[in-house]
């Protein structure tokens, strides 16, 4: 880490990006996700008319909170404490692990499992408990595959997905020592049925569950997690004492909105109607009743949320954690998650981190998209991404951060695209020579200062106009 902190996070980012693009394995495992999760979107989409106007819907539901967040946030805590939850508010991860700590260490708690939670990822909550001397156990299966090798998610909702089979066998065979050797893994299902095994004794022994939430009813005090596994049920009902934690950003009005959200989230996501099991949790146990915890605590984190609330970057906060931008970026598709470095990966990851965090470690991020805009056309609440991170490339240069190079190129460019006497001439001749140069092949393989590009893919030669010279021949009605 030491060293680490002496390296330049630009450069550690393509020494991840190339060890990814060399990486046989975890190439072979992201192929399967613009078949699986992109695909499954598409058809999703086809399949329910009313699909984009619910886009627009859960955009107007976002915006609306959060033009009023406090006023909700106020409401939330109310009805939540009157069904018997405490809350408590969190401005950084200090706080937030401070207090998860305090829980657990006033329930005398040894075991503690989780459900699946990116803000638990976020404030780097699992260590935090270890080092106090808890067990903490993931219980989501990909969370618990990535547990066993210390590793982070690489994807928001298949924390997983860059592992294959094989990968998987071989984790399970390292860690679950209690089984004989000559077990025999020939389907998925036998590597799902182990992990139930080892799980379920965990389930059944633990003295505090923790969950995170996909939304928190300001209406009823109720929070939403929605999961394909039903661990996130065990989490939450077994153990005596339930930790709920979330970020500001969670809270909507009502049930109604959150039917809204949920018609929307699980198949923008993985391509569902609905998940397996959509979980309504408001309070404790009451009299009477035969299962749920005798406490529930609700940790609600801001860190660095209010700033983004009162900033232009206003619109990031919709995010429903669905991860559909990542499905469908190219670059995300190329190198996966932890080529990122950083909690949240792909395109949501460049747009939120720089405000989470800094500009300075993490604007570099921004740079690692192709402005395609596929993530923003698949975006459950339309948040304009390529926007986003324009505005944290921007704030890179000016920061002064980024490579010296870099700055001056764009220095350059500047100087040049201001100054439009000097700017057609020059690329009119630069077309012109490179459509000559490359009309033999087609393309170029090689081309000073684009080595970058020719390094994976030829570059397609211009046609020999630029496109000012086209226009005017349009215009002016000249046949090409």
Excluded at 462 to 472: A, C, M
Aim: hydrophobic share 40%.
């Amino acid at each position: 880490r030491g060293i680490e902190a002496m390296v330049a996070p630009i450069t550690l980012f393509k020494g991840r990006v190339g060890n990814a693009l060399r990486d046989t394995q975890l190439q072979s495992a992201l192929g399967e996700v613009p078949v699986n999760l992109a695909g499954n979107r598409a058809k999703a989409k086809a399949a329910l008319p009313e699909f984009e106007a619910l886009r627009d819907t859960a955009r107007d539901i976002k915006d609306h909170t959060l033009a009023h967040l406090d006023h909700y946030l106020e409401i939330y805590e109310k009805n939540a404490t009157a069904a018997g939850a405490k809350v408590h508010w969190a401005s950084t991860p200090e706080q937030a692990r401070s207090a998860i700590l305090d829980i657990c260490r006033n329930a005398n708690a040894r075991l503690i499992t989780k459900g699946k939670s990116m803000v638990s990822e976020e404030i780097h909550l699992n260590n935090h408990l270890e080092e106090a001397g808890f067990e903490v156990v993931e219980t989501d299966l990909g969370e618990y595959l990535i547990q066993l090798e210390h590793e982070a998610p690489s994807h928001i909702i298949a924390p997983a997905i860059h592992l294959t089979v094989a990968e998987v066998e071989r984790r399970f065979r390292k860690a679950h020592k209690q089984f004989p050797d000559s077990r025999i893994f020939n389907e998925p299902a036998d590597l799902v049925a182990e992990a139930r095994l080892v799980l379920r004794q965990k389930f059944l022994t633990a003295d505090v569950g923790i969950t995170g939430a996909n939304f928190l009813i300001s209406e009823t005090g109720s929070s939403i997690i929605v999961t394909n596994e039903g661990n996130g049920d065990l989490t939450q009902l077994l153990p005596k004492v339930h930790i709920v934690i979330a970020s500001i950003d969670k809270v909507i009005p009502t049930m109604a909105d959150a039917v809204s959200l949920l018609r929307l989230l699980p198949r923008s996501a993985t391509g569902q109607e609905t998940t397996a099991y959509v979980t309504f949790t408001t309070g404790p146990r009451r009299n009477g009743e035969f299962e749920g915890p005798e406490q529930v605590h609700v940790v609600i984190l801001d860190n660095g949320r209010s700033e983004l609330l009162g900033s232009n970057m206003r619109s990031i906060l919709r995010c429903i954690r669905c991860g559909a931008c990542m499905n469908h970026c190219p670059v995300y598709g190329a190198v996966g998650g932890h080529a990122y470095g950083t909690v949240y990966p792909g395109p949501i990851g460049a747009a939120l981190m720089p405000g989470l965090s800094s500009v300075k470690e993490n604007a570099h991020l921004a740079g690692a998209s192709t402005f395609c805009g596929a993530c923003a056309s698949v975006c459950p609440v339309k948040i304009p991404l390529p926007d986003l991170m324009r505005h944290w490339r921007e704030a890179e240069f000016q920061t002064g951060s980024g490579s010296l190079f870099a700055r001056a190129s764009l220095k350059a460019w500047e100087a040049l695209a201001l100054r439009p006497k000097l700017y057609h001439p020059l690329m009119r001749f630069a077309a012109a020579t490179l459509g000559a140069l490359g009309r033999s092949r087609g393309a170029f393989r090689w081309l000073p200062l684009a080595g970058g590009w020719t390094r994976h893919r030829d570059l397609p030669a211009p046609e020999g106009r630029t496109f000012q010279q086209l226009w005017r021949e349009t215009q002016q009605g000249v046949p090409r």
